[in-house]
């Protein structure tokens, strides 16, 4: 899948390094939960990014450097969940506005719903998710949850 400024594509063993550095970071991991040790990274590479289907998809820029990842996988029966995880350094160029508008024309070919869920005080998911015409649908377990009606369908 490819934005006009980004690609996602599957996880592949040699993205561990970038993956590892990307997930030890305070700053990015602040409302996500504890920063991973390498150990870590190499289990979430193992059960989330190279698992069949993957639950999330590494983001490369027009470099082809690794900047990030998406979660885009079923969240229910009706509904997949999406979001994204960016390095410090991509923050505030667009980039997660962007995932979000090609995950949505996607995932139209996929499921009804779309996710997006969040921690009430992380106010840039929360913007994202309302520029994109997702709605907040209620607090389960700490989080926001808001959810987007593909196809017509609620």
Known sequence: MHTARLRIRRFQADDLDALSDLLSDKE??????AP?????AIAFLR????????????VEDCRQAFIGYVIY?????ASYEIGWVLRKS???????????EALIKDARNRTDHLIIE????????KKIAEKHHFSFV?????LDVYMLCLNGKS
Do not use: F, I
């Open 36 to 40: 991973y040790t390498r150990e870590a």
């Open 28 to 33: 990015v991991m602040k409302y996500l939960e």
């Open 138 to 142: 209620e607090n389960r377990d700490g």
């Open 118 to 125: 969040c921690l009430p005080s992380q106010t840039a998911t």
């Open 47 to 58: 059960r989330c990014g190279m698992a069949d289907p993957p639950q999330v998809y590494a």
């Open 90 to 100: 991509q923050w505030h160029k667009g980039y997660a506005s962007e995932l979000t």
């Open 73 to 77: 996988h079923p969240y229910d029966t």
